[in-house]
């Protein structure tokens, strides 16, 4: 076993003895003072016979020499370090462990070759204070007012932010709630954020609004009830896709929608069809033809509105347009709802049996709705002091990274790098391999990152040179404390070329 890698090493590197076998952590600013046999506060790292050691291996992750392709898993057991081809493998953050204060190089450096070009990967486990993460609901559903405080255990985890088309969007964690507020509010906020990046299920309130569980890859559970449907688009839009479709079959309909409710005689596809007026005027305020704003209040009800009773969004209907026997479909934006009338001699709005024809059409709409879901995407601020663990002269890192000459990953996910100053990034959730995410009770999350670049650039940049280990002396001198997976397919591989 290498020097370099060995546990010993580990220990070394990341604690120091106190004498009577105490050895006091230096992973985070809590400093725990671990005596033997036992755990510091994170339970990540344990004292075992005077050696600070991690609870959890070291994660590299394998393909198979097709590009991309599933690899065979490995025996649960120790693994000897001779299956792995090391130009297969990709060492992650996962499980090596931070190298708090981040003056110290990172914990693995290394160095490998691939496509003929010497390249390093900085592996570390950064502690974000500033991190969350943004969650989008595919529902139509009111969840809550635009700014509302977002509620786990009572204490406010974060708020609702803008809507995007079809989905509501939570902004949770951050610095203030983490540590900017009290005590029980910044566990809280820490034991949510770990949850939904594990991909378990958290309950949230939203003050004003309605109940929600959110499950990263699950659909959302609204005040009790699962969501089905993501809307195929607003009333207007919905409109305009099956307004075609409907000609000849309905002499009106209503799209309801919280957003833009639709007309389809008014609208300009009813226009350009030569659907003729019907007099029905639905209420809130007129936009352009056809479509309408705020025909009611936001809620769970038809199209992310309150209404409950179609009929109630009709605010007239004008005798001298309208006639006996007009036909009139209302539906909502995901076709779950749908009522089917003709006026009556008195023109009111008589419920009847909906025509096989027109029930296509509403089914087409449902048929047309991608499955509601949450996706959750974790953010955090790599711009501070872990880039000292990668470089001497950080700021060469920052810019490094914003040309797009170094590859950032987080547990071999790929991330998103947010323009702008600092190295502010973002990555799926479902795409970090499984138990990526740990915490420290200061409190912050704990992520894998990893920064891949030439060799030459990594000299030029001022980097940990001397510390550089070749990635096949690594995954020896490591031996039971590496576990390896499988490479996650639909992620890139970190070493390939642009």
């Not at 290498?2 to 992973?27: L, P």
């Amino acid at each position: 076993m290498s020097d370099r890698v060995s546990a010993q090493a580990r220990s070394e590197k990341f604690g120091q003895s106190e004498g009577e076998g105490i050895i006091r952590c230096d992973a985070c600013p809590v400093l725990c003072r671990i005596r033997p046999g036992r755990a510091g506060a994170c339970s990540r790292y344990a004292n075992e016979d005077g050696r600070l050691v991690r609870t959890d291996p070291a994660l590299a992750l394998a393909r198979t020499v097709e590009s991309g392709g599933p690899v065979v898993a490995f025996a649960d057991g120790a693994w000897d370090g001779k299956v792995l081809d090391p130009s297969r493998a990709f060492v992650t953050g996962v499980g090596a462990g931070t190298t708090y204060p981040d003056y110290k190089p990172a914990p693995f450096i290394v160095g490998a070759t691939h496509d003929g070009v010497d390249t390093v990967t900085v592996v570390t486990e950064g502690i974000f204070s500033y991190c969350g993460v943004k969650v989008k609901i595919d529902t139509d559903r009111h969840l809550g007012p635009e700014a509302a405080p977002v509620r786990a255990k009572g204490e406010q985890v974060g708020h609702v932010t803008t809507a995007e088309y079809g989905s509501q969007m939570l902004s949770l964690g951050g610095v203030r709630h983490l540590t900017g507020g009290n005590k029980k509010e910044g566990n809280v906020t820490c034991e949510t954020l770990l949850a939904l990046c594990a991909a378990e299920p958290v309950t949230l309130t939203i003050d004003g609004g309605h109940e929600v569980v959110v499950q990263a890859g699950r659909a959302p559970i609204v005040d009790g009830t699962p969501e089905r449907r993501m809307r195929v688009g607003c009333g207007s839009a919905t409109v305009g896709i099956f307004a075609q479709q409907w000609l000849g079959h309905a002499d009106e309909v209503i799209v309801v929608d919280d957003h833009i409710t639709g007309v389809l005689s008014e609208h300009q596809a009813g226009k350009v069809l030569g659907m003729k007026p019907t007099g029905i005027r639905v209420r809130g305020r007129r936009s352009t033809p056809g479509r309408y704003f705020q025909v009611a209040q936001p809620g769970l009800g038809w199209g992310g509105t309150d209404i409950t009773d179609p009929l109630a969004v009709i605010e007239s209907i004008d005798a001298k347009v309208a006639w006996p026997g007009l036909r009139l479909l209302m539906t909502s934006t995901t076709g779950e709802d749908a009522l089917w009338c003709v006026l009556d001699a008195a023109l009111r709005p008589v419920p009847a049996e909906m025509p096989a024809a027109v029930r296509a059409v509403v089914e087409r709409i449902g048929e047309n709705c991608e499955p509601s879901l949450c996706t959750v995407l974790f953010m955090a601020g790599a711009g501070g002091s872990l880039r000292a663990g990668v470089t001497e002269n950080p700021v060469l890192l920052t810019r490094a990274v914003a040309a797009g000459e170094v590859r950032v990953t987080m547990g071999g996910a790929p991330a998103y790098l947010w323009p702008g100053g600092g190295i502010t990034v973002m990555a799926d959730v479902l795409r970090f391999p499984g138990n990526a995410f740990g915490y420290v009770p200061t409190p912050a999350l704990v992520a894998p990152i990893e920064f891949t670049l030439p060799r030459a650039l990594y000299a030029k940049l001022g980097g940990h040179m001397d510390e550089i280990v070749p990635v096949e002396e690594l995954l020896r001198g490591l031996g039971d404390q590496l576990r390896v997976e499988g490479w996650i397919p639909g992620n890139p591989w970190p070493f390939a070329r642009p």
